[in-house]
């Protein structure tokens, strides 16, 4: 049972995997990547339909932003670390003494990493853009190999997905945007 003023975690299965989204007063407060799916389902709020449905428009490679409403509850630091994500643009990635710099905290690598790290709302606000600044992949919460294929996703390589609906594998070409049955 809901707690009055207490988010509620509604789930759907992605070709990503189980994706939990919460929102509290018309807002989206979280966003799990491998949530554990949720047995009692209750009827999802528009900014929850609205919001999985601009993540499989992003998963399909039709949608390079989003537009649900965000809050992310966090310090004042972290929502500027968070405010300077979402700047990043879609196929392009910073290091974190790139966000560092953009803050005005040039010095503040490590205090941007457990700040990317914290990121409550993951895709939506895109810390899986961010990378060592040698170019290597490091750290997501959703693991090395789903930030590596969310960057792929993002630099338009065709890569096999599978629709969530039917289970049917495909690959969807970039360039035409047409599907191939695998």
């Not at 998963?59 to 700047?87: I, Q």
């Not at 996703?153 to 065709?158: F, K, N, Q, T």
Request: proline share 6%; with cysteine.
């Amino acid at each position: 049972m809901k707690k009055p003023g207490s988010p509620l975690l509604y789930t759907r299965r992605t070709d990503i995997g189980c994706i939990g989204l919460a929102e509290l007063d018309g807002v989206i407060v979280e966003l799990a990547l491998r949530a554990t799916p949720v047995a009692e389902r209750q009827p999802e709020p528009d900014v929850i339909r609205r919001a999985f449905a601009q993540i499989e428009e992003y998963l399909a490679g039709r949608r390079t932003n989003f537009d649900v409403p965000l809050h992310a509850e966090g310090t004042p630091f972290m929502r500027r670390v968070w405010d300077e994500l979402r700047k990043i643009p879609y196929g392009a990635t910073r290091s974190y003494k790139d966000i560092a710099a953009a803050i005005g905290q040039s010095g503040a690598m490590r205090a941007v990493g457990m700040a990317n790290n914290r990121n409550p709302i993951a895709l939506i606000i895109p810390c899986h853009r961010v990378i060592g600044a040698d170019g290597k992949l490091v750290g997501f919460g959703g693991g090395l190999d789903l930030k590596r294929r969310l960057l792929e996703l993002e630099a338009g390589r065709d890569r096999p997905c599978r629709c969530a609906t039917t289970g049917k594998a495909y690959v969807r070409n970039r360039t035409t945007g047409k599907d191939t049955s695998q």
